[in-house]
């Protein structure tokens, strides 16, 4: 976090990832999606080698195997993508207010409009009033000066720590994990079942 400030003028403190980290997981994530993309090559090359015949259940676990690694491809680069989002995230707090922007979202408020606030992993998470995802900030510069300064802006309460914070994450994650091994137990036994069938 860098605090600027001119002769009369008011602090403006900023706090965002340093260029280095920034660069490191912009070359991580086009790693990633470089070998998704030779994946898929050497893939559709090999398919067309192998011929599931006239046999049904060859050619619907041909067509599963193709949805699942088009469906893992997916889920890899978009995560590479929300990583690239969030090492670009910028906190910045002005006379004007509080901001927070990255690639595609920006939001600018007040300090009291931010519901919860923890450290995790050397990323500061934010949750704003009214907005359902969170906000992630690389935290890990200038160390507790940053730190200190955010918790003495936010509301009494915001800042999580310790067994508050355990409780406030079980509460608002495992629900999601849970919904989606649900679904995917549930796409699984569909497959099998379908495979069964035939």
């Given at each position: 976090?860098?605090?600027?400030?001119?002769?009369?003028?008011?602090?403006?403190?900023?706090?965002?990832?340093?260029?280095?980290?920034?660069?490191?997981?912009?070359?991580?994530?086009?790693?990633?999606?470089?070998?998704?993309?030779?994946?898929?090559?050497?893939?559709?090359?090999?398919?067309?080698?192998?011929?599931?015949?006239?046999?049904?259940?060859?050619?619907?676990?041909?067509?599963?195997?193709?949805?699942?690694?088009?469906?893992?491809?997916?889920?890899?680069?978009?995560?590479?993508?929300?990583?690239?989002?969030?090492?670009?995230?910028?906190?910045?707090?002005?006379?004007?207010?509080?901001?927070?922007?990255?690639?595609?979202?920006?939001?600018?408020?007040?300090?009291?409009?931010i519901?919860?606030a923890?450290?995790?992993?050397?990323?500061?998470?934010?949750?704003?009033?009214?907005?359902?995802?969170?906000?992630?900030?690389?935290?890990?510069?200038?160390?507790?000066?940053?730190l200190?300064?955010?918790?003495?802006?936010?509301?009494?309460?915001?800042?999580?720590?310790?067994?508050?914070?355990?409780?406030?994450?079980?509460?608002?994650?495992?629900?999601?994990?849970?919904?989606?091994?649900?679904?995917?137990?549930?796409?699984?036994?569909?497959?099998?079942?379908?495979?069964?069938?035939?």
């Open positions: 976090m860098a605090e600027t400030a001119r002769a009369g003028a008011p602090v403006t403190t900023t706090l965002q990832a340093s260029p280095a980290f920034r660069r490191g997981v912009l070359g991580a994530s086009l790693t990633l999606a470089a070998g998704e993309i030779a994946l898929f090559v050497m893939l559709w090359r090999l398919g067309q080698l192998v011929d599931p015949g006239a046999d049904p259940g060859a050619g619907l676990l041909f067509i599963s195997l193709g949805s699942a690694l088009t469906l893992q491809a997916m889920a890899v680069v978009g995560i590479a993508w929300v990583m690239v989002a969030m090492s670009w995230t910028t906190l910045r707090d002005d006379v004007t207010g509080v901001s927070l922007d990255h690639p595609w979202r920006r939001w600018h408020g007040a300090w009291s409009e519901t919860h923890w450290t995790q992993g050397g990323w500061l998470v934010l949750q704003v009033r009214g907005q359902w995802r969170r906000w992630y900030v690389r935290s890990t510069g200038d160390g507790g000066a940053s200190a300064h955010i918790r003495a802006a936010l509301p009494a309460g915001a800042w999580l720590e310790g067994s508050a914070k355990q409780m406030h994450l079980a509460r608002t994650t495992l629900p999601i994990c849970l919904a989606a091994m649900g679904v995917g137990g549930l796409i699984l036994l569909w497959i099998l079942n379908a495979l069964s069938a035939v």
